[in-house]
């Protein structure tokens, strides 16, 4: 029996997002793991960002990013919270268990060291530590649950 000219291109749609839902990481994600690993993404581009900044006047100055002494381990820790939603449990459900109390760690961790960071000089500051410390307080009450995100829920249509 000849296939129809219509089975052609939808063997190659349903061929292209098989291929992407096995390339594509986020797939099957839990919202919960997905916004953890946002805001651990943002952490880590706040580390990149300067935590102090000596300015010269007129001559220019000199700026140093988390990535220094006790920085990195504010760096580590946000990593570790992708690490530990990729590779550990199931990707489809929330934290529950050792998961959620290791990412909450992560987070928490990331933010105890930037305080650290913070008050062995607190001489020149500048905005990336106080976003880095942010990131991680945040992260870490989200996925303990103590902070949620509100959901958008249709309004429903008008009474007549």
Same mark, same amino acid.
């Given at each position: 029996m000849p296939k129809s000219h219509k089975s052609r291109p939808n063997q190659i749609n349903k061929l292209i997002m098989e291929q992407n839902s096995v390339s594509n990481p986020f797939t099957g994600l839990h919202k919960q793991k997905l916004y953890a690993l946002i805001i651990a993404a943002a952490g880590i581009? *706040?580390?990149?960002? &300067?935590?102090?900044?000596?300015? *010269?006047? /007129?001559?220019? /100055?000199?700026? $140093?990013?988390?990535?220094?002494?006790? #920085? $990195? +381990?504010?760096? =580590? #820790?946000?990593? @570790?919270?992708?690490?530990?939603?990729? *590779?550990?449990?199931?990707?489809?459900? &929330?934290?529950? #268990?050792?998961?959620?109390? +290791? !990412? !909450? @760690?992560?987070? #928490? /961790? !990331? !933010? @105890?060291?930037? $305080? =650290?960071?913070?008050?062995a000089n607190m001489h020149y500051l500048s905005f990336g530590i106080f976003l880095a410390i942010a990131a991680g307080v945040i992260g870490a009450l989200y996925v303990w649950g103590m902070v949620k995100i509100p959901e958008n829920k249709k309004p429903s249509p008008p009474a007549q």
């Amino acid at each position: 029996m000849p296939k129809s000219h219509k089975s052609r291109p939808n063997q190659i749609n349903k061929l292209i997002m098989e291929q992407n839902s096995v390339s594509n990481p986020f797939t099957g994600l839990h919202k919960q793991k997905l916004y953890a690993l946002i805001i651990a993404a943002a952490g880590i581009v *706040f580390c990149l960002l &300067p935590w102090w900044h000596v300015s *010269f006047g /007129g001559y220019g /100055g000199y700026s $140093i990013n988390g990535l220094h002494r006790l #920085g $990195i +381990i504010t760096f =580590i #820790g946000f990593l @570790a919270v992708g690490g530990v939603t990729f *590779f550990m449990g199931d990707k489809s459900k &929330p934290y529950e #268990g050792q998961e959620k109390m +290791i !990412a !909450a @760690a992560c987070f #928490g /961790g !990331a !933010a @105890a060291f930037g $305080i =650290i960071t913070l008050l062995a000089n607190m001489h020149y500051l500048s905005f990336g530590i106080f976003l880095a410390i942010a990131a991680g307080v945040i992260g870490a009450l989200y996925v303990w649950g103590m902070v949620k995100i509100p959901e958008n829920k249709k309004p429903s249509p008008p009474a007549q």
